[in-house]
């Protein structure tokens, strides 16, 4: 597991790497320490995606079955990563070259906008069929940005989205080829032009109040 970080211009691309990509401490480590780069170094917006066949696959149940004694700090930690991206101080993107699945796709939810490959991988929620409830922090983060048409259609059935299908419900904002998804992302954010980080933070603190509260921000 290598997470990256790679600038086009001022517009960071912050890469999850080229496995599964699922949650570990070490990796949530990791892409909170790329964001402290990316908002030191001053970027325009955010680019995450990943270089092999996932974004992510999510929490890394391996590691919470050998540390259920500290369950309740790692879901606090996922639930603080959800937040810093759905508050994030610039326009952000995922964009995703193949699955991402239950927390990994609501870490591409917590983003401004989403891209996805249009001829493989999928986009889902399987909670309703692996029998793991969502919290109170994700369910909101998920319905802060989902329709209530596409919110139950992926919340409730465990259906996974190919690529056409995320697009028919807005959960993903474009598709395409996966040669050209970093193009794609960058082509949604770089008219966007510089905002400033203070009033763009406040704004989705405002816009996403009750989802930032459930993920227990103050």
Excluded at 10 to 31: C, M, W, Y
Excluded at 57 to 79: I, K, P, T
Excluded at 109 to 129: S, W
Aim: net charge negative; with cysteine.
């Amino acid at each position: 597991m290598t997470v990256t970080l790679s600038y086009r211009d001022k517009i960071a691309i912050l890469d999850l790497g080229d496995d599964e990509n699922r949650f570990s401490p070490d990796f949530l480590t990791a892409v909170n320490t790329h964001l402290d780069s990316v908002l030191a170094d001053g970027a325009h917006a955010l680019i995450t995606t990943g270089s092999g066949k996932f974004y992510s696959n999510g929490l890394d149940l391996d590691w919470l079955s050998a540390h259920g004694d500290r369950a309740e700090w790692y879901v606090a930690q996922v639930h603080a990563l959800f937040a810093r991206l759905l508050t994030f101080p610039a326009p952000t993107v995922a964009a995703l070259p193949g699955h991402a699945f239950g927390a990994g796709a609501m870490l591409a939810i917590a983003h401004d906008f989403r891209v996805m490959r249009e001829d493989r991988g999928f986009f889902c929620f399987p909670e309703a069929d692996i029998r793991i409830p969502f919290t109170a922090g994700m369910a909101a983060l998920i319905q802060a940005k989902l329709a209530p048409k596409a919110a139950v259609a992926s919340m409730t059935t465990g259906r996974r989205f190919g690529g056409l299908d995320a697009l028919a419900y807005d959960i993903v904002d474009a598709i395409g080829p996966l040669e050209e998804l970093t193009d794609t992302a960058v082509a949604l954010v770089a008219p966007l032009g510089v905002k400033d980080p203070g009033t763009i933070t406040a704004i989705k603190n405002v816009m996403f109040a009750p989802a930032v509260t459930a993920l227990g921000l103050p």
